[in-house]
């Protein structure tokens, strides 16, 4: 009797924070094929076990020094020539294998150029099977005896698992094989030829400390990257009559003809892992099987004839092996029905396309753009590491750029901590690589550096260990017991003894007739027992067949319900395909129309900013005229003031000439009118001028004997402000009738701050000699201003002359030597100097203010 079933226990929650704070390195691992040919000049050298040498090859360009310049370069373990796959798989692809069995994803890719070998590695060759083929061999044979049964697991299109019970399992098994093709290859159909000596694996591995208390299910998926679009390579892809076709002469495709499979998109589950929405996965239960599908999408992967490899891979493949495992109940018969405990791992091997120079392949027309985009996603994800790589040695905080490549943007979960990721640099030795071969090594160098959280332990469902194992046993034979037969005869009672001696024996045989009559009496019993017995198991049998019968009709209707759910299901589905089906035509569509546009707007950005340089040119041209016109106009400006100052000053030189000569001429014209004719005394000399200067200073008095008369004081026009009446100690007092006078005014002899800051008004008295000899007066007026910093400015405004003259009007002669002319007149014209000894100039920047400038010139003496 079977024990009762006691709950599942809780899954047990691990704390994310005990573990992601540990971080591994990408463990890079580095390869060196063989040369094809013996005589081939060699460029890399492997020198330890985790060290190689590049050497320039002949040729190419030397450092300064004029030697070969030679670089090592690290790894975690280096290859040479003379390892076999065997060797290479215990090193870098079991330990992932071993994560993988227990719940831990890996990522394991080979990089390098074109023709290095990256594909023999991963797939192998004939008689000597890759990567791919002895993970598949190692997990099948760990796994082998503790497979559920097919459709068991379920894959669903959320990048999960569902579980079925043994009879939705069992319906499924029956209704895929009634298929008259059925998708899922069989484990009992023949091995390909042409593969089997590829996964013909010599040595037997197995992974250590498998959960034996658990069922496994694998299931496989293989896609493309090509010209940065994913593609599912195992699905069947009918004839579609939504999206219009097309062949390589722009003409419609007949509806007979292939049609290529339709590029897939990303999504992201709910766990935040990257997944390829609606790709095929199929369930294995053998290496056969799982490598027949392998090959099976490895026939439509794009290869093509390039001038470095006969059969260069023109995309990047993705072979997912994922391992569904959960546990058994608590008794251990069946598969635990709960979601929460199915635990799914990955492992993903990713054959890359080579990286490849253009100029060398000679690439033409869809071999060049596929070289590009190849090109274009492995920057990209040199690209990520190097952003990795700064982030984690220098604190920052960019963003990497996954989704730049669809190739980055797939793996992005393995880089921030979702598995192991492990990278095989394949090179090639050759001379003609070496370039290709520096740059590989360069990004293995970045790569080493980049850290990568260690994944999390899976947690333990809770349930006794052994439970397996205790179900066979007590399904199993418990001890030797007697059969059904043996009880039977020995309930019989004993036969006597059956020897006759005697001929007269009476005893001895009706003894034996009363113990074979009870046999008899005692088998009748047990047969009409039995008969009972019969008829009661018969009517028990019975109306187990009509609750059989009614069960299977009942579930028959619920199947019949369940099939018209999933037919409506199915409809609707096909209907929402075509639909996105036509919304990704329509996407695609609108992103080549967003190419174009998006060219034309770079186009006409660069036209734009053309423009803009040509007006930044013109416009800097414009300034450096402006400035260029700006300095000659100054210059000229400045010039032409100077000239217009020295025409000014001749002008006035030449108009106060004029203006003397018609002074001279109306003095002589006013002696000749009011004096009688007499005799006309001589001018005296220069000399003598300058010697009596002070006794003509004082003019003489009209009348002689007129009585003394009061001096009179000329007021001056603006009296009723306060006045600084500047008076200089060389004046010379004149005894005129008509003197300055100022009320309240403050004299001093030199201007001062002090008294400038207590008036309104300023005068400055000033006496020069006068052409005649006499003294002229000048009262040189001004108004006092304050100036922003705090001192007094003199604004010169009005000039008052006092003039004193003689009566006979004398007119003075240049000089004492030159004679009178003939007809008694004087000449008409004198010298300047000779007339003028001291002046006011009104010229800008003049100490006595704004227009005025004060200053004496002595005279100089003609010879």
Not at 414 to 430: A, H, L, S, W
Not at 469 to 497: K, M, W
């Amino acid at each position: 009797m079977k024990p009762a079933r006691t709950k599942t226990p809780r899954k047990l929650l691990v704390k994310k924070g005990s573990q992601t704070s540990l971080k591994d390195p990408v463990g890079v691992y580095c390869r060196v094929r063989p040369l094809s040919l013996p005589d081939q000049e060699c460029c890399i050298e492997v020198i330890n076990n985790t060290t190689v040498q590049l050497h320039t090859p002949e040729g190419y360009r030397l450092n300064r020094n004029g030697d070969y310049k030679e670089t090592q370069y690290s790894f975690k373990q280096v290859f040479g020539i003379h390892t076999t796959q065997k060797e290479l798989f215990d090193v870098v692809a079991n330990p992932l294998v071993e994560d993988l069995i227990h719940g831990k994803n890996g990522l394991l890719f080979t990089y390098g150029v074109t023709g290095s070998g990256k594909t023999h590695t991963m797939t192998g060759s004939p008689g000597e099977g890759g990567l791919l083929p002895r993970c598949l061999d190692m997990i099948f044979n760990s796994i082998g005896s503790f497979q559920a049964k097919r459709y068991v697991f379920k894959s669903n299109d959320r990048n999960s698992m569902d579980i079925q019970c043994e009879v939705d399992a069992l319906l499924e098994r029956q209704k895929r094989e009634a298929m008259p093709n059925p998708k899922t290859p069989s484990s009992k159909r023949q091995v390909d030829p042409e593969f089997a000596d590829m996964i013909n694996v010599q040595e037997f591995c197995k992974a250590e400390e498998v959960d034996e208390d658990s069922v496994y299910g694998v299931f496989v998926s293989y896609i493309e990257i090509y010209n940065n679009y994913i593609y599912d390579l195992l699905e069947e892809v009918p004839f579609d009559p939504i999206k219009p076709k097309w062949n390589s002469c722009s003409t419609p495709m007949r509806n007979t003809d292939f049609v290529p499979p339709q590029s897939k998109l990303l999504r992201e589950d709910k766990n935040h892992n990257m997944y390829v929405a609606g790709c095929t996965e199929v369930e294995v239960k053998s290496t056969e099987e799982a490598f027949e599908v392998f090959w099976r999408g490895q026939k439509k992967r794009r290869i093509a004839n390039t001038h470095l490899n006969r059969e260069s891979s023109r995309s990047h493949s993705v072979f997912n092996i994922k391992l569904v495992q959960a546990p058994l109940d608590a008794d251990g018969d069946n598969v635990l029905q709960e979601k929460e405990q199915i635990t799914i791992s990955q492992l993903s091997l990713v054959d890359l396309a080579g990286s490849e120079r253009t100029n060398r392949t000679k690439a033409e027309g869809n071999r060049l753009r596929e070289a590009g985009n190849i090109n274009q996603s492995l920057m990209t994800l040199r690209t990520c590491m190097e952003v990795l790589r700064e982030n984690q040695m220098y604190g920052t905080n960019k963003m990497v750029p996954y989704r730049d490549s669809k190739l980055t943007h797939l793996f992005k979960n393995y880089f921030d901590g979702e598995g192991k990721v492990r990278m095989i640099v394949c090179v090639n030795p050759k001379a003609e690589d070496y370039e290709e071969s520096l740059q590989v090594m360069r990004f293995a160098e970045v790569t080493q550096e980049v850290e990568v959280a260690r994944p999390v332990d899976k947690a333990i469902c809770g349930l006794t260990p052994g439970r397996r194992y205790r179900n066979q046993a007590r399904g199993g034979p418990v001890g030797d017991e007697p059969l059904v037969t043996e009880v039977v005869l020995q309930s019989f009672p004993p036969l006597p003894s059956c020897e006759l001696l005697d001929i007269n024996d009476e005893q001895t045989l009706p003894r034996l007739i009363e113990a074979l009559e009870k046999r008899h009496h005692l088998r009748q019993m047990m047969i009409d027992e039995f008969h009972k017995q019969s008829m009661t198991f018969k009517a028990l049998l019975q109306e187990f067949d009509s609750a059989v019968v009614n069960k299977e009709n009942y579930i028959q209707g619920k199947l019949n319900e369940k099939e018209k759910v999933i037919s409506g299901q199915k409809l609707e589905i096909e209907r929402l395909e075509k639909k996105n089906k036509t919304l990704e035509y329509k996407i695609e569509i609108l992103e080549k129309t967003t190419t174009i546009y998006e060219e034309d707007k770079r186009t006409l950005q660069q036209e734009l900013e053309t423009q803009n340089q040509k007006l930044q040119r013109q416009f800097s041209d414009k300034r450096r005229l402006e400035a260029r016109l700006q300095g000659m106009v100054t210059e000229t400006t400045m010039k032409w003031e100077k000239e217009c100052e020295r025409r000014v000053a001749a002008k006035q030189l030449e108009m106060q000439n004029k203006l003397w000569v018609k002074d001279e001429k109306l003095k002589q014209l006013k002696a000749i009118v009011t004096e009688p004719k007499a005799e006309k005394p001589e001018r005296p000399s220069r000399e003598r001028d300058r010697e009596k200067v002070t006794q003509r200073a004082v003019s003489p008095s009209p009348v002689p004997n007129a009585p003394p008369i009061r001096l009179r004081h000329r007021r001056s026009r603006s009296a009723g402000d306060r006045w600084v009446d500047h008076k200089p100690a060389s004046n010379v007092q004149t005894e005129t009738v008509m003197q300055p006078h100022v009320p309240h005014a403050i004299t001093v002899s030199v201007a001062n701050e002090k008294a400038l800051a207590k008036c309104e008004k300023y005068m400055l008295t000033h006496q020069e000699l006068a052409s005649d000899g006499e003294i002229e007066t000048k009262l040189i007026k001004g108004d006092v201003y304050k100036t922003r910093g705090g001192g007094q400015s003199v604004q010169f405004t009005d000039i008052e002359t006092l003039k004193q003259e003689s009566p006979t009007g004398r007119k003075r002669r240049s000089s004492t030597a030159a004679p009178a002319p003939p007809d008694g007149t004087e000449s008409e014209w004198t010298d300047v100097e000779t007339r003028c000894s001291v002046a006011v100039e009104m010229r800008a920047g003049s100490q006595l203010g704004p227009g005025y400038q004060h200053h004496a010139q002595p005279k100089r003496k003609k010879p």
